[in-house]
């Protein structure tokens, strides 16, 4: 909730994204392996009522990137180098200086391909996207289901004050009361009727309405990059 990181956030979500505009690539040289990699990323995002976004995530698969188009090609976590390959990337934005340039001809060569690399590895992308929107949708629930129940918990302990006040101990001291003191009093008795009546509203009502503000309406996936990973030893 940070000013910074909303504004950041802003930025990055109001970039729009659809397959035919994926016109980048970026090929980065790996001094940490010897087999080429792409990686393409994704972005799933989970909205509820009102279009109010509930979850922003970025998905991304890896996998071998063959020149002989054999056997793994393209085939996404083959070895747990795919997997790994994220951390690897994280790594080379630090080594970045120091990395030699990508020679124009690897890089015509991979934009080249990039299309139909992008096409052949966008299922993959998708079928990540379900699983964790999936598991986001049910931790989702989970925290509605939380929240509404702390809802609930406020609510009956404000009804339970409310009747401790109506019964308590003011009663034994009524008599003890001016004349305006008793008015104050029963203006207070009456307003706090009214309350309890409006709580036993409110417990049937507010709890579902938290709940339903956490209901996804819509998922969306979209394209948000591709990166190869070249190896250094094949520049």
């Not at 509605?144 to 009663?171: D, S």
């Not at 417990?203 to 990166?227: D, F, K, N, T, W």
Request: net charge negative; no cysteine.
């Amino acid at each position: 909730q940070h000013p910074f990181v909303q504004r950041i956030l802003s930025r990055f979500r109001a970039q729009g994204y659809s397959a035919q505009d994926l016109s980048r690539v970026t090929v980065v040289p790996t001094p940490h392996d010897a087999i080429a990699r792409v990686i393409v990323f994704g972005r799933v995002s989970l909205f509820g009522p009102g279009a109010a976004r509930l979850h922003d995530e970025l998905v991304s698969v890896a996998a071998q990137w063959l020149e002989s188009k054999g056997a793994g090609h393209l085939r996404p976590f083959a070895d747990d180098a795919d997997r790994r390959a994220i951390e690897t990337l994280e790594a080379l934005f630090h080594e970045a200086p120091r990395l030699a340039p990508v020679p124009e001809a690897i890089q015509a060569r991979l934009a080249a391909t990039a299309s139909s690399d992008f096409s052949a590895l966008w299922q993959h992308v998708k079928d990540e996207a379900d699983s964790l929107a999936h598991a986001a949708e049910q931790k989702l629930t989970q925290r509605a289901a939380t929240e509404a129940e702390a809802l609930r918990q406020i609510l009956r302990t404000q009804r339970a004050a409310i009747v401790k006040a109506l019964e308590g101990r003011q009663l034994d001291l009524f008599g003890e009361l001016s004349v305006d003191e008793k008015k104050q009093w029963e203006n207070e008795k009456e307003h706090m009727r009214q309350r309890l009546i409006a709580i036993e509203r409110e417990l049937e009502s507010e709890p579902a309405e938290i709940e339903a503000l956490y209901q996804v309406s819509l998922q969306r996936l979209e394209p948000v990059g591709m990166v190869y990973l070249w190896p250094v030893t094949r520049m």
